[in-house]
C-alpha cells in the first residue's frame, strides 16, 4: 500500500516517523533519568533527615539519663529525700481531721475523677483510686485539693497555706530548688520514692500519685510501680531503668514514660529518684518543632516513634496541623471506631495508632529499610527508618513522604512532554506537507539517501543545489543524521564508562567475567583458600569534637587516603561502610606474602590517621582486625550490587576490629602470628569469645600504642 503513495505522502510519513521516534527516545531517556533522580534525591534526603533526627534524639534521651543519674548523687537531692521521708512518715502517724477527708473526696468526685472519666471514656472506680493513708489524704489535699493552681499545674505552688507540719517546710525548702532543676531541663515530672516502704514522699507536678504506695497503693500495677520496684530489688549505685510508654492515670490517662536511679548515701539505698520523659520535646524534635516543609519534608512528610507494639510512641503531622481533619481521616480510611473515639476524646495518638507497615516491621526487627511502602494511613509512601535503641527499649524510627507529593514533579513533567510532542508532531506534519510540494527532480536523491539513512548509516551527507525549500530539506535530512549520530556516540560512551565503573566495583576476573556473560548471567560464589583479611574501624568521628557538617568531608578524605595506601600496598579494597573499611590481599593476584603485606598497609593506615590528627586537630583513633585463611566471595544484589566477602576468617576479622573501648589496635589472630612473628613483633592479647565460636587467641602488634585516645574511648562508648 505504501508503494501506491505519491512522494508528497511518503515524505510526510517519513518525516512525521523520524520525528516520533527522535521524540519518543529523548523523551524516555530524559523522563526515566528524571525519575530516578528524584527517586534517589528523594530517599537520599529521607535518610538524611531520620538519621539527623535519630541522632539527636538519642543524644537528649542519654542526656535525660545522664542528669537523673548526676542528680541522685547531688547533695540536694540527698538532702531532700531525707527530709521529705523523715516528714512523711510523721505525717503516717497522725489521722486527718474529717474536713481533709470530705474536702479531698469532693475534689475526686467533682474534678479529677470527671476529668479522668473525659479522658479514658469509663467511669472510674471511686474506692480504687482513693488514697488510704494518714500521709497520702494530708498530701494530697494540701498540695492537690487546696492547690489554686489548675490541676498537672500544681507544681507552681511552694508553700500550701494552712499546713504547719514539718513536710511543709520540707516542701518551702526543698521544692524551688527542685522545680529550677526540672524547668531548667524540660522534665515533665521528677519524684522521690522511699525504698524501704515504696511511698511516693514528693512529686514536682503535684499530682495524685502523690503520698500514695507503688507496692500496694492504686498505681502500683502501672508502669512506674513496675519501674520502681525493680529499682528496689535490682540496682546497685550508678545503675538506672527506662520505662516505655503506657497510659498513666495521674496524668489524666495521657501517655507517660520514666526513668529512675537508686539515691545512696553512705552506701546505702537512701531513696529513689524518678524522672519522667518530656513528651512535648521529644515530639518537637520529630516535627524540627513544627518546621516540616524548612526541613525538606514537604507538605505530606513526617518523623514518626512507633514501638515493639506496633504502636505509635509520637504524634503524627496530621493530627499536629488539623485534628478534626485528622480523625475525619482515620474514620474513612477505616480504623476501628473505638480506637478513632478514643483519639478525638483525648488528642493523642500515641499507644492507639498502629503502624504494621514495611518501615515499621523492618526497624522493629533491628533492619533499616529504604523504599515505597503503605503506611498507617493506607497511603503510598517514600520511606526510609531504622531501629532506635534506647538500653533495652527498641523503637522504630521513620522518615516518610507521600509518594503522590514525591513524584508530583515527574508527573508534571510527563505532562509538559507529553504536550511537547504532540505540538511538534503536529508541527512537523504540517511542515512536511509544505516542503513536499515543490520535490520533483530531486525525489530519487532524496529516497535513495532516506533508504541508506533507514539502512543505519550515520554518515550520509546530502547536498541539494536547488530551491530554497529542498535546500532546507537537505539540510534537515543532515541534521537529523547527526543528531543520530551524536546519540549513537553517546551511548557508546555510557557503554565504555559502564564497563569501567563494572571494573572499578568488582575484581577483575569477577569483573571480566561478567562483561562477557551479561548482568543477567547466574550468581557464582567464588572460594579463596589463603588470603588475608582486613576490617578497620575508625573511631572518634561522632564523639562532639567534630562538627557534623565536617564529618563527611573527614571521612571521605580518610577513605580516600585508604584506597591509595591500598594500591600501593598491593591490597584490594573490599567495601567501606561508614567508618569501617574491609580490604584483602592475595584474592584477585596470588601473592606469597600477602599477610605481610596487609600488616603493612595497617601500619600504612594508622600513620594516615595520626597525619590527620596533627594536620587537623582531630582525635581519631584505629582499631584493626586481620585474619587469614578461607574465604568465599561473590555478587551480592541484581541491579544494584556489591561484591563481598564471607566465611569465618571474615567474621573474626570483624569481630577483632570491633573489640571493647581500650583495644585500639592492630589485633591478629594465630595464623597470621604464626606467618609472621619472624618478621614483626606481636605482645600475646586476651583471649577473646566471639558470638558462635570457640575462644580465639589474638595477638596484637606491637609496633603500635593499643592505649586509647580519650575521643576513641568516647567515641566507643556513645554507639548505641
Request: proline share 5%; hydrophobic share 40%; glycine share 8%.
Amino acid at each position: 500500500m505504501f508503494s501506491r503513495l505519491g512522494i508528497q505522502a511518503k515524505l510526510i510519513l517519513l518525516v512525521l516517523a523520524v520525528c516520533l521516534f527522535a521524540i519518543g527516545v529523548i523523551g524516555y531517556i530524559g523522563y526515566t533519568s528524571g525519575r530516578d533522580a528524584l527517586f534517589a534525591s528523594i530517599h537520599e534526603r529521607l535518610v538524611g533527615i531520620r538519621t539527623s533526627k535519630q541522632k539527636l534524639l538519642q543524644v537528649k534521651l542519654d542526656g535525660l539519663r545522664d542528669i537523673t543519674l548526676a542528680g541522685a548523687q547531688g547533695p540536694r537531692i540527698l538532702r531532700a529525700m531525707s527530709a521529705f521521708s523523715e516528714a512523711y512518715r510523721e505525717l503516717e502517724s497522725k489521722p486527718v481531721p474529717n474536713e481533709v477527708d470530705d474536702g479531698l473526696t469532693r475534689f475526686y468526685k467533682e474534678k479529677f475523677l470527671p476529668d479522668l472519666e473525659a479522658s479514658v471514656g469509663a467511669v472510674p472506680v471511686f474506692d480504687l483510686l482513693y488514697p488510704r493513708s494518714f500521709a497520702a489524704r494530708h498530701l494530697q489535699y494540701w498540695y492537690i485539693a487546696k492547690n489554686p493552681n489548675p490541676y498537672l499545674q500544681g507544681q507552681l505552688l511552694d508553700a500550701s497555706e494552712g499546713d504547719d507540719s514539718p513536710y511543709a517546710a520540707a516542701h518551702r525548702a526543698y521544692h524551688p530548688a527542685i522545680a529550677a532543676l526540672v524547668t531548667r531541663f524540660g522534665f515533665e515530672d521528677l519524684m522521690l520514692v522511699d525504698p524501704d516502704t515504696l511511698d511516693i514522699v514528693y512529686t514536682y507536678q503535684k499530682t495524685v500519685e502523690l503520698g500514695t504506695n507503688l507496692d500496694t497503693g492504686p498505681y502500683a500495677q502501672s508502669n512506674l510501680g513496675e519501674l520502681v520496684r525493680n529499682v528496689q530489688k535490682n540496682m546497685d549505685q550508678g545503675d538506672y531503668k527506662f520505662t516505655d510508654f503506657d497510659f498513666y492515670r495521674p496524668n489524666l490517662n495521657k501517655p507517660a514514660a520514666f526513668v529512675a536511679t537508686p539515691i545512696f548515701e553512705d552506701n546505702r539505698m537512701t531513696g529513689i529518684l524518678v524522672v519522667q520523659y518530656p513528651v512535648d520535646n521529644i515530639n518537637r524534635v520529630l516535627s524540627g518543632d513544627k518546621a516540616w516543609e524548612k526541613e525538606g519534608l514537604g507538605k505530606t512528610g513526617e518523623v514518626i516513634l512507633v514501638g515493639p507494639d506496633h504502636l505509635l510512641r509520637s504524634k503524627t503531622r496530621e493530627m499536629s496541623e488539623d485534628p478534626i481533619a485528622a480523625v475525619a481521616h482515620y474514620r474513612a480510611i477505616g480504623i476501628p471506631p473505638r480506637t478513632v473515639d478514643a483519639i478525638e476524646r483525648t488528642g493523642m495518638v500515641s499507644l492507639l495508632l498502629s503502624s504494621k507497615s514495611q518501615p515499621a516491621l523492618e526497624a522493629i526487627a533491628g533492619r533499616e529499610f529504604l523504599g515505597v511502602s503503605g503506611d498507617y494511613r493506607g497511603v503510598s509512601v517514600l520511606a526510609s527508618s531504622a531501629p532506635i535503641d534506647l538500653e533495652g527499649l527498641q523503637w522504630a524510627m521513620i522518615a516518610k513522604i507521600d509518594a503522590e507529593e514525591a513524584f508530583a514533579p515527574i508527573r508534571e513533567y510527563g505532562r509538559r512532554l507529553l504536550a511537547t510532542a504532540t505540538a511538534l508532531v503536529l508541527g512537523t506534519t504540517l511542515l512536511a506537507a509544505l516542503l513536499a510540494r515543490g520535490f520533483s527532480r530531486p525525489v530519487r536523491r532524496l529516497t535513495d539517501a532516506a533508504k541508506r539513512i533507514a539502512a543505519g548509516q550515520t554518515d550520509v551527507a546530502i547536498k541539494i543545489k536547488s530551491t530554497q525549500e529542498f535546500h532546507e530539506l537537505g539540510d534537515a535530512f543532515g541534521m537529523m543524521v547527526q543528531n543520530l549520530r551524536a546519540k549513537s556516540e553517546q551511548l557508546e560512551q555510557k557503554v565504555r564508562e559502564n564497563e569501567q565503573l563494572l571494573l572499578n566495583i568488582l575484581p577483575g576476573p569477577v569483573a571480566a567475567r561478567r562483561l562477557l556473560a551479561g548482568a543477567d548471567e547466574e550468581q557464582v560464589s567464588d572460594t579463596y583458600s589463603d588470603v588475608t583479611v582486613l576490617y578497620a574501624e575508625i573511631l572518634g568521628l561522632d564523639n562532639g569534637n567534630v562538627p557534623p557538617d565536617l564529618i563527611l568531608m573527614l571521612l571521605n578524605d580518610l577513605i580516600i587516603a585508604f584506597d591509595e595506601a591500598a594500591e600501593r600496598a598491593g591490597v584490594e579494597k573490599v567495601k567501606s561502610i561508614g567508618s569501617t573499611y574491609m580490604a584483602v590481599c592475595g584474592m584477585s593476584v596470588q601473592r606469597p606474602d600477602h599477610t605481610n603485606r596487609v600488616i603493612e598497609f595497617a601500619l600504612q593506615l594508622q600513620r594516615i590517621v595520626d597525619r590527620f590528627n596533627r594536620e587537623r586537630g582531630t582525635h581519631l583513633s584505629l582499631q584493626v582486625g586481620i585474619n587469614a585463611g578461607l574465604v568465599v566471595g561473590g555478587i551480592v544484589g541484581r541491579d544494584k550490587f556489591i561484591y563481598d566477602l564471607w566465611g569465618d576468617t571474615v567474621n573474626v576479622a570483624r569481630g577483632l576490629s570491633s573489640l571493647n573501648e581500650d583495644s585500639v589496635g592492630i589485633h591478629v589472630t594465630r595464623s597470621v602470628f604464626d606467618r609472621l612473628q619472624d618478621l614483626h613483633t606481636f605482645e600475646p592479647g586476651d583471649p577473646v569469645n566471639l558470638k558462635g565460636k570457640d575462644t580465639i587467641e589474638t595477638w596484637t602488634l606491637a609496633s603500635i600504642s593499643a592505649r586509647p585516645t580519650p575521643s576513641a574511648s568516647t567515641a566507643r562508648r556513645s554507639q548505641p
